[in-house]
């Protein structure tokens, strides 16, 4: 099976990358604190990254994923969080340099924001993202802080940026929903303004992160009746081995009513280094018997773990994954 971990991060959240001090001191504690919580009692992958200390060295990144675990591509994913810090609490630039560090297995992921940066420069840096640094995808974290958020079916805000996708062959754009960081509003995090725009733009592809935890049935809804909406599963992985019946429960859910081809995997690396746990949680996972006579939810067999390991973001992304493991000639043995 082919791995592709759609979600790697060079996040800096240093105290020199505060722009605002409350917000970004609230997220670098708490990243650090849910990494912690993600390992309480031993059961989770030891070894989290101390965030303050600075964004991930790339040689060290690219061993651990491609060394030291069966990975064998993977996106370097831009954070847009401007308000808090910043350059972005993933940095565009920092997310680059990361993928030009191994630009055969790892593809960059851009990130701009309309309502702190302006919708023209947001345009503008969206364009040169694409152009210039061979963004395949664009994030967006749409909201900034309590009194700050916009929305992706806004027409005169959010529109533009949709449009500007399709023409520069942009095929998937990616949300954080859910799970605000700091003191955003939970509600501006929800992931109901993704239906309208995914209605209006049948050609881009909608990718929700974190199945907008804790909106989590109405993203599995969203993505049962939208063919171009995905659910991208980081912290999904990183809360299995502290809460495995919930996740199981999550899971089966999803398969059910939006069905195999719509879940997406995703480590949230760096902050959990040790991603072959991950891999090797997926390759075996099965669901418990139990599950599926009591609720309904299907087995987990070969293709359904095949397609969430990285056919569905590829097809998500308009890349032909075999053909380019092919040519970068990688051995994808069956797990």
Sequence with gaps: MIVFDCVVHALDVRDAAIRDRVDGKA????LGDFAR????????PRGNVHVADGPPDTQWANEKLFGESDTDIAMVQTVPLFHA???GMGPAQLAYEMAQSNPDRLLFC????????????????????????????IKFYSAQSIDMAWFADDEKLAYPLWEKAIEL?????????GLPLAHERVEDLRPNDIQKAAFDFPDLNFGIHHMGD???????NIASRFDNVYLILPLWFNQYFLQPREMQHRLGKALLFAGPDKLCYGTDAFLWPNVQAYIDLWAELE???ELQEGYGYPALDRETKEKVFGLNFARALGLDLHAKVERLGLNAPAK
């Design 169 to 177: 062959g942009i095929k998937l754009v990616q949300f954080h929903k």
């Design 214 to 220: 804790p909106y989590i049935d109405e993203c599995i």
């Design 287 to 289: 669901m418990p018997e």
């Design 37 to 44: 919580f993600t390992e309480a009692d031993g059961r989770g």
């Design 110 to 137: 851009g990130g701009v924001d309309p309502l702190f940066q302006g919708l023209p420069a947001a345009l503008e840096e969206m364009e040169r993202q694409v152009q210039e640094w061979g963004a395949t995808s």
């Design 85 to 87: 810090f910043k350059d």
């Design 27 to 30: 997220i670098q504690s708490g």
